[in-house]
């Protein structure tokens, strides 16, 4: 027998975020604890929106719902039977990525075991994680820079790119980033889709001239054609992440783009990340682990699985006031797990 229950959250940004789509102030995400035989999996649902596909508080709470019967009828030990039965349920990707967190979480916990153990993984293996400056004026940009570098040893930075203002609003901003940059901090940039298939070629040149990396999501999800008709004259690597959600929608990509960019939330959990990492690897391409505004509960769990990609993107709960989980902490440019058994997350609320 399984007991599922579930709080909403409500956490404000200590920097909103702009991106080419608009700019988030506060994260809303739902809490999902299940229960059985005494132990407590943790789990989280948080809201996103690509496009079209947005799963809000509504959605989340709306699957939820649909899913606690699935859930409360089933084995613990049964996440793949469980996970059929959301999707053929109708669940969205959100809330099972919340369930099935707390299921994982669950296992860990009752075996006693951390989860990067149970999958075999060093967590000494995994890549720093990049920390992220939102769309502004350069100004603006080098002041959230320098807040950065006064929360630690940071080794990699994203710039978001793809202004409302255009194209040369987005070179003056990483212009004045890579100006203020120290030394030996790797650079990517993520337009969110806002740019156009044309301009993509001498963009990219420019770019890698003022030490760019990658190039994250240039072109809005759909256009994934016009993408591979400039693929070749593009000198950078390309991340796909509003473009690829499932593994499914991996092989179309792999003649496209250098990269993927997975997030529990887009494609429903860690048991299909897990297989989406290795779709990636077998067809060659780059992995990127992202969030969207996730608490330290979710970005913890993503961080189990940071061993078997090559970036991490996983800052979001840094930028939380009032986050009450306690879980991967920053150090050295990377995320430290902690101890304790299943993902190792603590809930600690502010007096």
Same mark, same amino acid.
């Given at each position: 027998m399984i007991t599922v229950t579930h709080e909403t959250l409500r956490l404000r940004k200590r920097v909103p975020l702009a991106i080419s789509r608009g700019t988030s102030a506060e994260s809303i995400m739902v809490w999902v604890r299940v229960e059985s035989g005494g132990v407590e999996g943790w789990g989280e649902a948080g809201e996103f929106s690509i496009g079209s596909q947005r799963e809000g508080l509504e959605e989340i709470l709306a699957g939820l719902e649909l899913a606690m019967p699935v859930?409360?009828?089933? *084995? @613990?030990? *049964?996440? /793949? +039977?469980?996970?059929?039965?959301l999707? /053929? #349920? !109708?669940?969205? +990707?959100a809330a099972r990525a919340g369930v099935l967190q707390a299921m994982v979480d669950w296992a860990g916990r009752r075996l006693g075991e951390p989860v990067w153990r149970l999958l075999g993984l060093d967590p000494a293996a995994a890549p720093v994680t990049s920390v992220t400056i939102g769309i502004s004026e350069p100004a603006a940009?080098?002041?959230?820079l320098r807040q950065w570098l006064d929360l630690g040893d940071i080794r990699a930075v994203k710039v978001k790119l793809g202004s409302p203002a255009g194209l040369e609003a987005d070179r003056q901003m990483l212009e004045a980033v890579h100006a203020a940059l120290p030394p030996g901090i790797r650079l990517g940039v993520d337009a969110n889709g806002g740019w156009q298939a044309t301009d993509l070629p001498s963009l990219s040149r420019w770019l890698a001239g003022h030490g760019v990396d990658h190039i994250e999501q240039p $072109?809005?999800?759909?256009? /994934?054609?016009?993408?591979? !008709?400039?693929?070749? *004259? #593009?000198?950078? @690597?390309?991340i796909a992440d509003e473009s690829c959600f499932l593994a499914r929608d991996i092989p179309a990509l792999a003649g496209v783009v250098d990269g993927i960019n997975i997030k529990l939330m887009k494609c429903g959990g860690v048991p299909e990340a897990i297989r989406m990492i290795h779709a990636a690897r077998a067809h060659g $391409?780059?992995?990127? $682990?992202g969030c969207y505004g996730s608490s330290a509960? +979710?970005? #913890?769990?993503?961080?189990?699985? !940071? @061993?078997l990609v090559d970036y991490l993107d996983l800052d979001s709960h840094l930028n939380l006031v009032g986050d009450p989980f306690r879980g991967a902490r920053f150090v050295r440019g990377g995320l430290e797990l902690p101890r304790g058994a299943g993902f190792g997350v603590a809930y600690e609320p502010a007096e």
């Amino acid at each position: 027998m399984i007991t599922v229950t579930h709080e909403t959250l409500r956490l404000r940004k200590r920097v909103p975020l702009a991106i080419s789509r608009g700019t988030s102030a506060e994260s809303i995400m739902v809490w999902v604890r299940v229960e059985s035989g005494g132990v407590e999996g943790w789990g989280e649902a948080g809201e996103f929106s690509i496009g079209s596909q947005r799963e809000g508080l509504e959605e989340i709470l709306a699957g939820l719902e649909l899913a606690m019967p699935v859930v409360r009828a089933a *084995d @613990p030990w *049964d996440r /793949e +039977s469980i996970e059929r039965r959301l999707v /053929e #349920t !109708g669940v969205g +990707s959100a809330a099972r990525a919340g369930v099935l967190q707390a299921m994982v979480d669950w296992a860990g916990r009752r075996l006693g075991e951390p989860v990067w153990r149970l999958l075999g993984l060093d967590p000494a293996a995994a890549p720093v994680t990049s920390v992220t400056i939102g769309i502004s004026e350069p100004a603006a940009a080098v002041a959230r820079l320098r807040q950065w570098l006064d929360l630690g040893d940071i080794r990699a930075v994203k710039v978001k790119l793809g202004s409302p203002a255009g194209l040369e609003a987005d070179r003056q901003m990483l212009e004045a980033v890579h100006a203020a940059l120290p030394p030996g901090i790797r650079l990517g940039v993520d337009a969110n889709g806002g740019w156009q298939a044309t301009d993509l070629p001498s963009l990219s040149r420019w770019l890698a001239g003022h030490g760019v990396d990658h190039i994250e999501q240039p $072109l809005p999800r759909g256009r /994934e054609r016009d993408l591979a !008709g400039v693929r070749r *004259d #593009t000198v950078l @690597p390309i991340i796909a992440d509003e473009s690829c959600f499932l593994a499914r929608d991996i092989p179309a990509l792999a003649g496209v783009v250098d990269g993927i960019n997975i997030k529990l939330m887009k494609c429903g959990g860690v048991p299909e990340a897990i297989r989406m990492i290795h779709a990636a690897r077998a067809h060659g $391409l780059r992995i990127m $682990l992202g969030c969207y505004g996730s608490s330290a509960l +979710s970005n #913890t769990a993503a961080a189990h699985l !940071g @061993p078997l990609v090559d970036y991490l993107d996983l800052d979001s709960h840094l930028n939380l006031v009032g986050d009450p989980f306690r879980g991967a902490r920053f150090v050295r440019g990377g995320l430290e797990l902690p101890r304790g058994a299943g993902f190792g997350v603590a809930y600690e609320p502010a007096e």
